[in-house]
């Protein structure tokens, strides 16, 4: 019997398209007014308040070592432990991955490791939100985000 496909949400962050389980994700928004946090390494983007609560938000971006500019077009917000926002420039799709082709692409932890160590040292919850996500390979046409999704 062939394993069945996990739902992903595939977002854009710089040139990478990383994918995050859809049982993951709370919500797809614009992105909203937030605070910074003085001294927080550099993909703690800010806090923010959404729907009444104080959330981290976290550049996927600068969470991979991508180039900064231009501001994140969405945040999408990911469900337990904690609340937490990750800023991203596009959302692409949903995606149906095999297992076969989870094996084949890296964990996003093990590309972003040594910012993750760092803010998993100040709050351990925040790497539970990435252990199942992905980096993908880019497929003709994703490149330039012709996929966004509104919110």
Known sequence: MKPEPQPFLVVRAGRLLCAIELSQIGEVL???????????????????????????????????????PPPPSRWVTLRSPGPLA???????????????????????????AGTLTRIGALDRDILLHFEGARILPLLEGTATGGGEASA
């Open 30 to 68: 614009r992105p909203l007014a937030m605070s910074t946090i003085r001294g927080a390494l550099p993909a703690v983007a800010g806090l923010a308040v959404v729907r009444g609560r104080s959330v981290p938000v976290l550049d996927l971006r600068r969470l991979l070592s991508e180039d900064s």
């Open 86 to 112: 990750v800023a991203v420039d596009g959302v692409e799709e949903v995606r149906w991955l095999q297992p076969d082709e989870l094996d084949e692409a890296p964990l996003l932890s093990e590309s972003a």
